[in-house]
């Protein structure tokens, strides 16, 4: 498995989306970054944050340099009566949504007590213009979307994935080995690094094998960042 990857020196990140509780995926996915020490960036949902989820991440944290925390919109709640879901859409004029990222930084800050990444990803990958021009206002150093986002005219930094783990049309479904590594490989052609999406709430055994099998197949020769370091090579 993943055997055309072996030995390719190829650039990646890891982003894990929609940390929030104590959970046992949560260990799981810790527990395989954390032995292996690869560098993996969780985007952490501020408003929904537990205790337990906290003190997790923050255990974690401290226990090397492999974990970065980074904001992951507020609560993950869709504000748009219409059209795809955002919590960051056209509906949201710029003060709200300036209250909602300050307010979501101050209590991810607060709560797992541990530096975290000056990196915004948005829920659902989307956001706007505004979005964009405020997370620069408040001192972010990057946002972090998909590939396929779409320019946002704006000046700050994108370091944005380009490899889901699934696909997304009526409900999670695991990718193939074989398509995975493919879409890696194309994207490495392209522009380093890839950046490759995980969602360790709907990760079952199988998918844990995969990112496992994945990661021993690429360790040897590939180099793995964090989007804080690669926000500040950005600017
Ligand atoms: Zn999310």
């Known amino acids: 498995m993943f055997s055309a990857l072996r030995g390719m020196p190829l650039d990646l990140f890891f982003r894990d989306d929609d940390a929030d509780d104590d959970l046992p995926e949560l260990h799981r996915l810790l527990k395989i970054f954390g032995n292996r020490g690869v560098p993996i960036s969780l985007a952490v949902i501020p408003g929904t944050l537990t205790r337990p989820g906290a003190q997790t991440l923050r255990r974690a944290a401290d226990s ?3 974990l970065e925390l980074h904001q992951h919109g507020w609560r ?3 504000h748009e009566r219409t059209g795809r ?3 960051f859409g056209v509906s949201r004029d710029m003060d709200a949504q300036r209250t909602d990222i300050a307010q979501g930084w101050a209590r991810l800050a607060d ?3 541990t530096p975290v990444a000056p990196v915004f990803t948005p829920p659902w990958n989307r956001c706007t213009p505004i979005t964009a021009e405020v997370l620069r206002e408040l001192g972010f150093c990057a946002l972090s979307r998909e590939r396929a986002g779409g320019a946002l005219g704006v000046s700050l930094p994108e370091v944005s994935i380009a490899v889901d783990l699934f696909t997304w049309k009526g409900g ?3 990718k193939s ?3 995975l590594g493919e879409e890696i490989l194309r994207w490495a052609g392209e522009r380093a690094p890839v950046g490759i999406l995980l969602h360790h709430k709907v990760m079952r055994p199988e998918a844990f094998a995969m990112v496992e099998q994945l990661l021993d197949a690429v360790r040897s020769a590939a180099r793995f960042h964090k989007l804080g370091d690669l926000c500040r090579n950005a600017n």
Request: net charge negative; charged share 35%.
């Open 85 to 87: 879901k955002c919590e």
């Open 64 to 66: 090397g340099e492999w």
């Open 177 to 179: 080995p074989r398509s």
């Open 172 to 174: 999670a479904a695991l």
């Open 111 to 113: 709560m797992v007590e």
């Open 76 to 78: 993950h709640e869709n």
